[in-house]
């Protein structure tokens, strides 16, 4: 019995000093591991504070924005930025009146016409060539211009793919797995340098344009499936409730179908709209002077060659900025939508 009590004594003891180590070797694995972490924020913290050189950024901010957009007529694109700000934060506050709610897409449409408008110039204002338009102007205006477009374009799509007359299917079919077995940065380069190839003579076709036409048949390929899956979320008995109403086909696609398919497909509709803000960055390889081609026009200036880290960081924070905003008001909309969902028929 002695023995017994002592063989049990030693085993508690011998699992108190294991657990003891375990825990200690634990604490000292947190221990570094936060240690770590804090120096790395640390020098981190450190080097933009103190030893990083932000006169790059801070003196160019309106070149950032704008390009070389003529300094007089800069008034013009921080209007339109602004108007696009207070919209968002408009639609964020979410209004209470339904009417306002009902105009709130009409008014997101009509931002880019005005848009272009603003930059363009004519009718009263000064026309600017679209070669000056540059920054994070010209990257909002490629990204609202080319989704505006890829949109109606990807509801086609995804109408023809399920379209019972099989010419229409095969060609709707063809063409969205066409598009997404081919890389962006192709079609860019076809839209930069083989478009002019086969246009007529004494016609050109402006490269911001070019550009904005490439991303739309790009997009609008991946638009189209996420469409298609909204319209197969779609319960029959929404079509056989429609058809019961004496609703035709026509009314029944667009007054029934489409809503819907929008409604499920918003999350993906919102990630190809970040995708594609943050894909109007591969401009600055074909030319054009967006927000990453003003950063690498900077860093060949000889004042800022090596500059490297502050340029690319400042136009990372400016990226992740714009697509959180994004996101946000995605998930906003998103949930107004659900809010205002009328009692369906399941």
């Known amino acids: 019995m002695p023995n017994k009590i002592i063989k049990s004594g030693l085993k508690l003891l011998e699992n108190n000093i294991r657990d003891l180590f375990s825990n200690l070797l634990s604490l000292i694995l947190r221990l570094c591991i936060i240690s770590a972490i804090g120096l790395t924020f640390f020098y981190i913290f450190q080097w933009l504070a103190i030893t990083a050189n932000w006169k790059v950024v801070s003196s160019n901010v309106p070149l950032f924005a704008f390009g070389s957009f003529p300094s007089d007529q800069r008034w013009r694109p921080s209007l339109w930025i602004i108007s696009l700000l207070f919209l968002s934060i408009f639609t964020l506050i979410g209004p209470n009146r339904k009417w306002l709610r009902r105009i709130l897409p009409f008014a997101w449409i009509s931002t880019i016409p005005i848009g272009i408008y603003l930059l363009s110039g004519g009718l009263g204002l000064l026309p600017v060539a679209s070669r000056d338009w540059g920054g994070l102007s ?4 490629l990204t609202g211009c080319s989704f505006l477009l890829s949109l109606p374009l990807g509801i086609l799509l995804a109408l023809g793919r399920q379209s019972k007359l099989l010419v229409i299917k095969h060609l709707s079919s063809l063409y969205i797995d066409s598009m997404r077995a081919v890389p962006l940065i192709a079609v860019l380069f076809f839209g930069q340098l083989l478009i002019p190839l086969f246009l007529p003579l004494g016609v050109e076709v402006d490269r911001v344009w070019r550009a904005v036409l490439a991303f739309t048949l790009f997009v609008s390929a991946y638009i189209s499936e996420d469409i298609r899956g909204g319209l197969q979320a779609i319960p029959n008995t929404q079509i056989e409730a429609a058809e019961t109403l004496g609703l035709n086909q026509f009314q029944i696609t667009f007054f029934v179908l489409i809503p819907q398919a929008l409604r499920i497909a918003l999350p993906a509709l919102a990630n190809q709209a970040i995708g594609l803000f943050q894909n109007t960055s591969l401009m600055a390889i074909l030319g054009l002077v967006e927000l990453l081609g ?23 924070s400016v990226y992740w900025l714009f697509c959180t905003f994004m996101a946000i008001l995605a998930r906003h909309i998103e949930q107004r939508m659900a809010i205002d969902k009328p009692n369906l028929v399941p």
């Open 138 to 141: 010209l990257t909002i205006l």
């Open 294 to 316: 003003v950063g690498r026009s900077l860093l060949a200036n000889p004042e800022f060659i090596g500059r490297y880290i502050e340029v690319y960081i400042w136009l990372a």
